[in-house]
């Protein structure tokens, strides 16, 4: 089933990105308008008023000059010249009579506005308004203005300008909008899809290693954008599962194999028993290599649990402050028999104390397997040196032995559960230690690393901090 087809399109990424889009894109669009709007109406209204005042100033002047007779034939003639129907005077005394004016034909439905000329009065400052008439598109400007103490002039102009700039604009923002909002959804679409298009191809990717192909990986394009982060990322992450899934399998493998092994050997003597023993002695036999078998896959089940549990953090460990030459002196003398029967000298160059702040026991543990394996895989003769070197961060525990080492094919491998190299498999062994090892150093924030030469020797290097943080401890 294709992925268009599994979602719906309403519920797309691509279709709410374009929503988005367009939206931000018509409401920015539809303030640009408003502002451009209200920018154009007010110079128009500045200039009416202009010319409004402009007026008021020319019929003061005439009437200084010669008297109110002449005023009221002027703004007959004026009203005529420009147009009855395009502007219109009266004279008012300050109660609001009329007491002249020109042709007020088409301007009958315009009042005298008593609060107006209160306002006028009291302020002494023109007052303008803008009203509509009912039945016509423009809107009238008004101006009240003193001539003189006694005479009010009201003067009426149709703003047409106004009226055809709102009409053009009504049109030409209609037919923009409607443009704009078609074109912001296309390229709102188009960019959307593009986007979309290429998490898409790593959705697909995922639907195919869900299907089971697990060497899938998604293509980068190579421009190092959050697309090529994305597929970067999914392709690591890829990579690491592949790597844990191969590892778990070994591991498994590895498992069986170990676990076969004794239970193969407790089937074979109870057998044996079964058939041919008669005496108690061959039973008290089976009962003991029957203990001793569960006893080894007893400490290789716990070694496991110890091993996931130290991992994965869920064992808090018990945090104390630890002398690790105490511990390293410890486990010398532990494993002092063992290396006397394998005639192998080992020598300890420590210093008197070395503090450190860990789990007394989980790095007995660890130091007990690196110590162990030294001895375990030198041959008779040789030698296993210990030093402990503090500074001030950390303290550092290397295992130098003069043993068979490790091929370079080999040592990525070691640290891995139930791995072991082929020339130690004569050694008693479960191919577990170095795991636990390992994990109890990372526990405690620390880390081991091993430097080897197949046949000439080996050094193992714990390295753990001094103090352990919070953090590592979980
Ligand atoms: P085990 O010792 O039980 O086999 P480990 O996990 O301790 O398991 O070690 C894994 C493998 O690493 C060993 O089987 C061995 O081949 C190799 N190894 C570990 N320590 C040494 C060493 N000091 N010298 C040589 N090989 C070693």
């Not at 970067?232 to 676990?259: P, V």
């Amino acid at each position: 089933m294709s992925l268009r087809r599994r979602i719906s399109p309403r519920n797309s990424l691509a279709f709410r990105l374009t929503l988005w889009y367009a939206g931000i894109f018509t409401v920015s669009s539809f303030i640009a308008f408003l502002l451009f709007y209200t920018l154009i109406t007010s110079l128009i209204i500045e200039r009416t008023d202009q010319d409004l005042l402009g007026q008021v100033s020319r019929f003061s002047i005439l009437l200084a000059s010669e008297g109110v007779e002449a005023v009221k034939d002027s703004a007959v003639i004026e009203a005529e010249a420009a147009g009855v129907k395009e502007v219109f005077f009266r004279f008012l005394s300050v109660n609001g009579q009329v007491f002249s004016s020109s042709n007020m034909s088409y301007w009958k439905d315009i009042d005298i506005d008593e609060t107006a000329i209160k306002a006028l009065l009291r302020e002494n400052n023109p007052v303008f308004q803008t009203i509509a008439i009912a039945g016509r598109s423009e809107k009238v400007r008004i101006l009240y203005a003193v001539l003189r103490p006694s005479i009010i002039l009201q003067v009426g102009v149709a703003m047409e300008s106004y009226s055809r700039f709102l009409d053009a604009f009504q049109k030409i923002f209609v037919t923009t909008m409607t443009f704009l909002i078609i074109l912001a959804a296309g390229v709102g679409w188009f960019m959307a899809r593009r986007a979309v298009s290429e998490v898409e191809v790593i959705t697909r990717t995922a639907q195919k290693i869900s299907g089971g192909s697990l060497d899938e990986r998604v293509p980068v394009k190579g421009r190092g954008d959050e697309i090529d982060q994305l597929a970067n990322t999914f392709n690591q992450m890829l990579d690491r599962i592949q790597a844990l899934l191969t590892e778990i399998k070994e591991m498994s493998d590895n498992m069986a194999h170990d676990l076969r092994s004794p239970i193969t050997r407790i089937r074979g003597v109870a057998e044996v028993t079964l058939t041919s023993g008669k005496a108690l002695s061959e039973y008290e036999g089976m009962a003991a290599s029957t203990i001793e078998e569960c006893d080894r896959l007893l400490d290789m089940i716990n070694t496991m649990l110890m091993i996931s549990k130290t991992g994965s953090g869920v064992d808090k460990l018990c945090i104390k402050d630890v002398d690790l030459t105490g511990i390293v002196r410890q486990a010398c003398e532990l494993f002092e028999p063992t290396a006397e029967d394998k005639e192998v000298n080992v020598s300890c160059d420590v210093p008197d104390r070395t503090h450190l702040t860990g789990d007394t026991s989980m790095i007995q543990r660890m130091l007990s397997n690196l110590l162990d394996n030294a001895i375990k895989y030198t041959p008779s003769g040789g030698t296993v040196n210990i030093t402990v070197i503090e500074s001030n961060a950390q303290v550092v525990v290397a295992f130098k032995d003069t043993g068979v080492g490790i091929s370079q094919a080999d040592l990525p491998r070691i640290f891995e559960r139930f791995y072991r190299c082929d020339q130690s498999r004569s050694q008693a062994g479960i191919g577990l230690g170095l795991s636990l090892a390992r994990a109890i150093a990372r526990a405690h924030g620390g880390d081991i690393t091993v430097i080897s030469t197949p046949n000439q020797g080996s050094i193992f290097t714990a390295t753990l901090p001094k103090s352990l943080s919070s953090q590592t401890q979980l």
